[in-house]
């Protein structure tokens, strides 16, 4: 016979306001196998807690059953505490008769009846409890950084330093991201690759930092603490080993006019390329789509040229393993192209505008580089048909961002700053010329931020206008840009030498199969989703893996940044134990009965089942059977669902457990098909039941 | 392929050549074009700005002698189509509306009768790959603008094509054979509703568009709508007089240019109605 | 603070009141202890109110719910299933809704055969950040329960059976 304790908790008055608490351990207390019900003011409280402490001990209980609020909220706290008294933590359950039934209901009837069955239904799980362990699974302290942008080189650094490998994976030549793109920041105006050049060395040159450059992440295998990840290295077509980043081959590469990914088509390169001359490693990479070589057989003059022969026309892809404990995604952004053939097919462009036709329509990224001292222009801010100086520039906010007829509804968060940082920049450099902006709303919140605006539009002259732009056409020599000043009313037309599209940001096209690989879930938009929009913004749901910068959510450079060291700071914390504990929710076999379908087998999504032979002494195969991996189980039950000879359960929920739940709902006291003439005398109900 | 036909005044009247256009070029398809008994005027622009519920119970009024005919009305004149797709788009959403419409028109709302536009017919049902094939006289080295005017593709809910650039009429066009032209002022108002008021303005909305088209080097520009062709035809004599610009740029109904690629004669679709006319430029490309 | 003795000889859930004078709606809701358990807590921090009659079963996930509990929760008086969990694509584990969601449909099939009333089963969808949408679907379910009354017909069914 179970020897259960019931603890009806009044959390203050916020559950015995509707639920009368001492009729709930009354009621509690005359259940079959109850040794003690006791219901008291805040059974969390350190009184509370020894009360239950000391019933454990005096009635020798082998199961507890707190009612009090969501096991979410507390059940940590008991099963703390039951420990302490001796007990088995697995054997202390809670049923939630606050968040599921005090705060929910009117204080009527119903509501205490409703929290005497919720205690019943956990009684009757708890005298099927089984005294468990918590799995031990050993931590690999190596961390994987997907990403080389700002984010991943923050997190990279931060884990280094911490004193732990780190695996970086960038897919393009060089780690740096879009800030290496860009001219200065906001609202400092510093110098952008000033400050993240030092950093990208850092990245290069760490001890603790293997560096995998041109690479990308093929599959993730394992869980929390054991991830197997295939890296697969593209074929750079250059030994990086061997090759001194001379630049000779960049000279003599014949094809020359492919258009710069890093200056956005500002500017060409050439077929064997160091992406940019701050690029880390500084060595080339072969672009195989475009390489005269690759594509009609014949050339080579970079291999000819090379003194170090190092170019490698036979290199193929490689695959390498790596094995580590915690990932930090770091893929960040791209901006919604607004040409109507642009990455992101979900969504319509806009035609209307004219990028990708017009070479003066160009996006906030273009106008980085021609702001940048290192960009096509080299800083001089020149328009892109003619090289002429723009005396008009006009900037439209608001480009696929807070547009829901175009598909996008978040608001781009850094665009209203890095215009009005445009503004200035270009007012800088052009002391005579005129930058309007259309703008929706102006979003700066931040240290400075505000401040910032407020210095473009006083102190610079830019002229913002709250309206939208209806059109954007050619005319000789100018752009018109027609849009509507909604202050005034009016009708705006100007006549502009360039215009700038504060496009949306957007996650990288086609990261979905990323995150899926990984297991993570991710919103509507494809941004990766936390775990806790609060509480959790930088863990995912899948334990061990953790968010940094712009996948999550459009982000400036502090709070990416910011992020990158919170996701380093909880890789650090899972590394900091030898062991870790998980929940002993797996699932087991019976050898006896499993029929070796092996459906569980393949229904499993964590692959932990397998196929085991057993032998006897001689070694004679006698049958195989299911055979679940502990370690891999994250104990969601599927198989123990599809079973078809009942041969897999899951330890805390067991099929009997549950079936004793569901049978605790019987409604007893009250008739189930009440009618007039069974007033009288057995029910055939009740015989039935 | 049977339409029910709802012509409307204009293409009875000043824009016969639009009507009479349309049908040689659905004959020649095989698309029939059965015209409603007993329409009347769908109310134009004016019906909706004095009385709204009255502007939709003439819609209403309208789909329903589609009965018997087809369930897809064919409309060519953009002011009827918008008016009559706004009426429909708005009974079918919100029933409020179409009870009051209903009561007003006495009629019942049939959700399963559409309004469309011809461009939208000659797209989606009838493909470009059959109207390919139907083409005999390619309109090779016809540089056409394509005029679509404020109605045709406003507001975003009534469009059949995307609301901010559109592409139909290109895309039919050159199915057909023709160059079209990339310009800017393709979706501007051409300032028809403010003819009499306001002439003046109206003659320099169209220079604007005529001088838009000019430029991006066209040879002839395609209307789907009764008042924009009237507009871009009949004011370019004003506008040399008064602004001394000398366009003599044929602007004619794209069934006109259709009907001619598919072997209609240039009496056939009355070509030769055009203030300016379009007769010395077709001679020339050898499509007359 | 109230104690009562242990009674071994009682049965089951005595103490709860006698007889109510009228029927009320029995709901059985089996839910994933990651989205629709955490929704139903929303609901609760929120202080949402809904109808009382729900009885909650957590399940770490919808690919643990075997139809055989439905089946078991009818038979005991049962006059309504409700199954929910995370929406597709959020498991927690990745595939076990889209698991449930397969097993519901061929069960679901199989029991319109059998001439089961399927109003009385539902399905749904609901996140942890759907307080709202849990208190909806309560107060629907329990709306259409209440109408249809008790479930007779599936007492008839097994009388027969």
């Not at chain 1, 009806?8 to 003690?36: F, L, M, P, W, Y």
């Amino acid at each position: 016979m179970s020897k259960i304790g019931v603890f009806v908790c009044h959390c203050g008055e916020n559950i015995s306001r509707t639920v009368d608490c001492a009729r709930v351990a009354k009621a509690s207390g005359q259940i079959r196998g109850v040794a003690v019900a006791k219901d008291y003011k805040y059974m969390c409280s350190d009184p509370g807690q020894a009360l239950i402490k000391n019933a454990i001990k005096e009635h020798k209980l082998d199961g507890v059953v707190v009612s009090a609020c969501s096991p979410h909220m507390h059940e940590k706290t008991f099963r703390k505490a039951v420990t302490e008294a001796g007990l088995n933590q697995f054997l202390c359950e809670m049923a939630n008769i606050r968040e599921h039934c005090s705060w929910v209901h009117e204080k009527e009837e119903p509501t205490t009846r409703k929290a005497i069955e919720l205690v019943r239904l956990m009684v009757e799980k708890v005298k099927r409890n089984m005294a468990l362990e918590p799995i031990r699974v050993d931590v690999t302290k190596r961390a994987l950084v997907i990403g080389g942008g700002v984010a991943g080189i923050q997190a990279a650094l931060d884990i280094a330093d911490g004193g732990h490998e780190v695996i970086l994976v960038e897919k393009d030549p060089s780690v740096g991201g879009h800030m290496a793109q860009l001219s200065e920041t906001f609202p400092t105006l510093d110098c952008s690759q000033c400050i993240l050049t030092p950093k990208m060395v850092d990245v290069g040159s760490h001890p603790n930092i293997k560096l995998y450059t041109y690479s990308e992440v093929e599959k993730i295998e394992g869980f929390v603490g054991n991830f197997k990840v295939t890296i697969k290295k593209k074929a750079r077509s250059v030994d990086i080993d061997k090759c001194t980043g001379c630049g000779e081959c960049q000279l003599k590469c014949p094809s020359k006019k492919i258009p710069s990914e890093f200056d956005r088509g500002l500017k060409n390169r050439t077929a064997i390329y160091i992406p940019f001359p701050q690029a880390v490693p500084a060595r080339p990479v072969i672009d195989r789509e475009h390489c005269i070589y690759f594509t009609k057989g014949k050339c080579k003059a970079c291999q000819k040229v090379c003194p170090t022969e190092a170019v490698d026309f036979e290199q193929t892809d490689e695959y390498v393993e790596e094995e580590v404990g915690g990932i930090v995604v770091a893929t960040g952004f791209d901006l919604y192209t607004t040409d109507k053939q642009g990455p992101y097919p979900d969504y319509k462009g806009y035609g209307e505008y004219g990028y990708g036709e017009d070479p003066d329509i160009i996006d906030g990224l273009q106008f980085e580089r021609l702001a940048s001292a290192s960009g096509p222009t080299g800083g001089a801010i020149q328009r892109p048909s003619d090289g002429k100086e723009p005396k008009s520039v006009v900037f439209l906010q608001c480009i696929g961002s807070r547009h829901p007829s175009k598909g996008i509804e978040f608001c781009s968060k850094i665009c209203c700053m890095y215009t009005a940082k445009h503004t200035m920049l270009y007012k800088h450099k052009v002391h005579h010329g005129t930058a309007y902006v259309f703008y929706m709303d102006i979003r700066a919140p931040g240290k400075g931020y505000d401040e910032f605006v407020r210095r473009a539009i006083e102190e610079d002259g830019a002229v913002y206008l709250r309206g939208r732009v209806s059109r954007i056409y050619r005319s000789g020599d100018h752009l018109i840009v027609k849009g509507a000043d909604t202050l005034s009313g009016a009708a705006v037309e100007i006549e502009a030498d360039m215009v700038v599209l504060a496009t949306a940001v957007m996650p990288q096209p086609g990261i979905e199969g990323l995150f899926q690989k990984l297991g993570i879930s991710y919103d509507q938009y494809k941004f990766a989703s936390e775990a806790h929009p609060k509480l959790r913004p930088v863990e995912c749901a899948t334990a061990g893996i953790f968010l940094a910068g712009a996948c999550q959510g459009p982000k400036d450079i502090p709070e990416s940044v910011a992020q990158a060291s919170a996701a380093a700071s909880k890789a650090l914390i899972l590394f900091s134990r030898d062991q870790m504990l998980r929940e002993p929710v797996v699932a087991k076999v019976n050898e006896n009965t499993c029929i070796a379908c092996w459906y569980c087998v393949e229904i499993c999504p964590f692959t932990a089942i397998s196929k085991k032979d057993i032998r006897d002494r001689q070694g004679n195969l006698i049958k195989r059977v299911a055979e679940v991996n502990p370690s891999l189980c994250t104990g969601c039950g599927t198989c123990a669902a599809t079973c078809f000879s009942n041969s897999i359960d899951l330890d805390g929920f067991t099929d009997e457990q549950i079936y004793s739940e569901i049978n605790s709902l019987m409604a007893v006291g009250q008739d189930l098909f009440p009618e007039p003439e069974k007033a009288e005398g057995d029910s055939p109900d009740e015989k039935a039941a | 392929m049977t339409y029910a036909y709802y012509p409307g005044c204009s293409l009875k009247g000043t824009a016969i050549d639009y009507h009479t256009s349309a049908l040689a070029l659905a004959e020649r398809l095989g698309i029939e074009l059965k015209e409603m008994e007993d329409w009347v005027c769908c109310g134009a622009s004016p019906i909706h700005q004095r009385n709204p519920a009255l502007a939709s119970g003439v819609a209403n009024l309208l789909l329903s002698l589609s009965e018997g005919i087809s369930k897809d009305v064919a409309v060519l004149c953009a002011a009827c189509y918008h008016n009559m797709k706004k009426a429909e788009v708005e009974m079918r959403e919100d029933g409020k509306k179409r009870n009051e419409v209903e009561e007003l028109s006495g009629i019942p709302f049939n959700p399963e009768v559409r309004t469309r536009h011809f461009l939208d017919i000659l797209d989606k049902d009838y493909g470009l790959n059959a109207l390919k094939e139907k083409v005999v006289k390619p309109l090779s080295e016809l540089r056409v603008a394509c005029y679509y005017g404020c109605l045709l593709s406003r507001p975003p809910e009534i469009a059949f094509d995307d609301p901010e650039q559109p592409m139909i009429m290109e895309r039919i066009l050159e199915a057909a054979g023709a160059e079209t032209v990339s310009w800017s002022h393709r979706l501007e108002c051409c300032g028809a509703s403010h003819a009499v008021p306001l002439t003046d303005a109206v003659l320099r909305l169209v220079n604007d568009v005529l001088a838009s088209a000019r430029d991006a080097g066209a040879d002839i520009i395609a209307c789907a709508c009764p008042l924009c062709q009237a507009n871009l035809d009949m004011r370019q004599e004003g506008i040399r007089a008064k602004l001394g610009v000398a366009h003599n740029l044929p602007a004619v109904y794209f069934t006109q240019l259709l009907g001619i690629a598919c072997g209609a004669t240039g009496k056939q679709v009355m070509i030769e109605k055009g203030m300016v006319s379009a007769v010395p430029l077709l001679r020339a490309k050898n499509l007359l | 603070m109230s104690e009562s003795p242990q009674s071994e000889t009682q049965k089951d859930g005595a103490g709860l009141p006698e007889a109510a004078t009228s029927w009320e709606p029995r709901i059985v809701a089996f839910i994933c202890n990651w989205c629709t358990y955490t929704g139903a807590d929303l609901a609760g921090t929120s202080r949402m109110k809904y109808p009382p009659y729900v009885r909650v079963i957590k399940i770490p996930c919808t690919g643990r719910f075997d139809p055989l509990f439905m089946i078991k929760a009818f038979e005991r008086g049962a006059d309504g299933v409700l199954v929910s969990g995370c929406h597709p694509g959020d498991c927690h584990y990745t595939a076990g809704n889209y698991n449930a969601r397969r097993k519901y449909t061929v069960f679901k099939a199989l029991l319109e055969t059998l001439g089961m009333d399927m109003d009385r089963v539902w399905f749904s969808w609901i996140s942890a950040s759907e307080g709202g949408k849990w208190v909806d679907t309560i107060r629907k379910f329990t709306e259409v329960i209440q109408e249809k009354g008790p479930f007779r017909e599936y007492r008839e069914m097994i009388d027969v059976g």
